[in-house]
Nanobody
Framework: QVKLVESGGGLVQAGGSLRLSCAAS????????MSWFRQAPGMEREFVAA????????NYADSVKGRFTISRDNAKNTVYLQMNSLRPEDTAVYYC?????????????????WGQGTQVTVSS
């Protein structure tokens, strides 16, 4: 069992930056691939970024490529999402997710665990 708790969301002006954190419980964190997803009001949840267990492989949605960076620190059981050059369309609830494989952490894969989400609001 893995429990995921996101933090770091908030209100920021367009062009600004935020760093989201996702703290995981459980001794097996390092064996999971991790992802970030987001869901805007009235929209379906969408994939944002994924990282494999060791951190060497990453994958991004086209809409955030070049602006967002996913990383992880297995010693701290934490995955991060650094978000730069934020836009109003990035406004959403951001969710951390854990998957058994890197393939499952990417779009259309099978997620094993979800966090509760953290709100990010970007004002114009």
């Amino acid at each position: 069992q893995v429990k995921l708790v996101e933090s770091g969301g908030g209100l920021v002006q367009a062009g600004g930056s935020l760093r989201l954190s996702c703290a995981a419980s459980g001794r097996t964190f390092g064996s999971y691939a991790m992802s970030w997803f987001r869901q805007a009001p009235g929209m379906e949840r969408e994939f944002v970024a994924a990282i494999n267990w060791g951190g060497a492989l990453t994958n991004y949605a086209d809409s955030v490529k070049g602006r967002f960076t996913i990383s992880r620190d297995n010693a701290k059981n934490t995955v991060y999402l650094q978000m730069n050059s934020l836009r109003p369309e990035d406004t959403a609830v951001y969710y951390c997710a854990a998957a058994s494989t890197y393939r499952d952490a990417k779009p259309s894969g099978t997620i094993n665990y979800w966090g509760q989400g953290t709100q990010v609001t970007v004002s114009s």
